[in-house]
Structures are given as structure tokens and as C-alpha cells.
């Protein structure tokens, strides 16, 4: 075996830092469009996982003729008091009796566990911790809002609005401000 000094092969010193100031020239460029994208993403689905939560209450009310709860939990066998505690989790049910708690008899229907993202999701009143669908597909109470606030976007907010007749919209814009307050 020949080893030939003169044509052997590799990168010199010059040409791997070269190569190195480049890929982090273009790593410091994207990385901010990359979490940008990522905290989209991440508001997108926590107000399409709630949009769904919603929809299964409505239409369980309905189709079971029964009320249907939806609330804040953070765990599957009890809704929390806490007005400012929906991003821990949430719970829906059948509420036979609209205590707005799920009982040992009362059918659990769905469950989302705490999502690991910055979102936190508010309802506008602080006496209104749940929302109870009846089986005429109307909600028990009054208009309520639930707010999903990014803490580093907060033009990304975005609040979902759920009328005395049952339907839900969400909405981007604030008619004040350019974008959803969640203060």
C-alpha cells in the first residue's frame, strides 16, 4: 500500500470557518422566522382543540338531550374554580345536575390534558368557569369569551366567543386595538 502525500484529500482551516460563519449567518436568520412559525402553530391548534371540545359538548347536548359541561381541569374527575386555569386542561361531561362538577354518575365525554406550549387561555368573566350546553343546544347563563393570549406574539391572540344560542366564532382582531387584549 502507497500512501501519495501530495494529493491527499480534506478541507483546510480556511475553508471549515468559512463554512462555519455561514451556517450560522443563516441559523441566526432563520431561527427567529422558525419560532414564529412554531408559536402560529401552537395557537392554531389549542384554538382548533378547543373549537372541537366545544362542538362535543354542543352536540352531545343535543343528540343525548342532556346538559353538557365543559370546564377548566386538571385532571379527568374535577373542574377547577379558577377562571385563568383553562390552559391546565379541560373537562367535558354530562351535568344531570348543572353543578358544573362532574359526579361519580355523571358520564365523562372528553378530556384534554395541559398542552406543553406558552399559550394561556382566560375567560373574559371571572364568575363564569364553565360552560354548560342544554339540550336544546343553547348555553345555560350568558355570552362568555375565552381569550388564547401568546405571551411573545400577542398579535397571534385570538378569542373565541360563545353566544346564548350556542355558537361559537373566533375573532383576531379587538374593534379597539389591532389585535385581542389579554390583560
Known amino acids: 500500500m502507497e500512501f501519495n502525500i501530495g494529493k491527499s484529500r480534506g ?3 480556511i475553508e471549515l470557518m468559512t463554512t462555519v460563519t455561514i451556517v450560522g449567518i443563516t441559523l441566526s436568520l432563520a431561527v427567529p422566522g422558525f419560532s414564529r412559525l412554531l408559536a402560529k402553530s401552537a395557537m392554531t391548534s389549542s384554538v382548533n382543540l378547543f373549537l372541537s371540545q366545544l ?7 343535543v343528540t343525548r338531550e342532556k346538559p353538557i359541561t365543559l370546564c377548566p ?10 377562571h385563568k ?10 351535568d344531570d345536575n348543572k353543578n358544573h362538577q362532574p359526579d ?17 387561555i382566560t375567560t373574559s368573566s371571572q364568575f363564569r368557569n ?6 336544546e343546544g343553547r348555553t345555560w347563563f350568558s355570552n362568555t369569551t375565552i381569550r388564547f393570549c ?11 366567543i360563545v353566544s346564548n344560542n350556542g355558537r361559537v366564532r373566533v375573532v383576531t382582531k379587538s374593534q379597539k386595538t389591532p389585535h385581542i387584549s389579554c390583560k
Open 130 to 135: 364553565s360552560i354548560t350546553y342544554l339540550p
Open 73 to 82: 381541569a386538571s385532571n379527568p374527575r374535577s373542574c377547577s374554580n379558577n
Open 150 to 160: 401568546h405571551p411573545k406574539y400577542p398579535e397571534m391572540n385570538r378569542s373565541i
Open 104 to 120: 361519580k354518575s355523571e358520564e365523562i365525554l372528553g378530556y384534554q390534558e395541559r398542552t406543553l406550549n406558552e399559550i394561556i
Open 11 to 13: 478541507i483546510t482551516l
Open 55 to 61: 362542538h362535543l359538548a354542543r352536540s352531545s347536548a
Open 85 to 94: 386555569a383553562w390552559q391546565l386542561g379541560y373537562l367535558v361531561f354530562q
